[in-house]
């Protein structure tokens, strides 16, 4: 199993549109809209190293409203956090 942390920045005013498509994607397991120089942030987790060249070479790059992306890969995971229970705000 591969993860990776791939950072998006996007067209203006399609943030939410983008967001939506790459939920949908195999693979992808998170979306967050954050604050910052960046618009978006997806957490991958793929087969191998070969899926996600093909996600971020093939799938994401035929996208043009993702104006640049970065990916960052993870080497060792240190918590477990619920990320839902940490996100959420109670109600």
Known sequence: MVTAIILFDI???CVDRVGE???????ITE?????????????ARLKDNEALSELVNQTLAK?????????????????????????????
């Open 31 to 43: 979306v967050y809209s954050v604050g910052g120089r960046i618009d978006l942030v997806a957490i």
């Open 63 to 91: 996208n043009d409203e993702i104006e640049r992306t970065e990916s960052l890969m993870a080497f060792k995971l240190f918590s477990q956090h619920d990320l839902e229970a940490m996100f959420s705000i109670g109600f």
């Open 11 to 13: 067209k203006r005013g």
């Open 21 to 27: 498509w790459l939920a949908g994607l195999p693979g």
